[in-house]
């Protein structure tokens, strides 16, 4: 899929901190990453906030709509959010 598998975002940390996320599907998994400043280095996220995962939703449901990804790709992420956050309610 190449660089349209990249989808970044900029938020506020539990904190209220700045930050800079994104997210790359790598094979069939979805790999976050953030940054607290323009120049910091990149950190790996282990385990993303349910918010994170929304933000990624999000995107990814307005890329299949312009047909930039595959129309079962919301699907399939939603799907995952499920396992993760069982008490999550998606749009």
């Known amino acids: 899929m190449g660089a349209k598998a990249v989808i970044s975002w900029k938020g506020r940390t539990a904190e209220g901190l700045k930050r800079e996320v994104y997210a790359r599907r790598v ?7 953030a940054r607290g400043k323009r120049y910091d280095q ?4 282990e385990h993303p906030p349910l918010e994170d995962w929304l933000e990624l939703l999000d995107a ?20 995952i959010i499920h396992e993760l956050f069982p008490e999550a309610e998606l749009p």
């Open 60 to 79: 990814v449901q307005r890329r299949a709509a312009r047909r930039l990804l595959r129309p079962e790709e919301p699907e399939r992420l939603k799907k």
């Open 42 to 45: 990149w950190q790996a996220l």
């Open 27 to 33: 094979g069939g998994e979805w790999r976050f990453f």
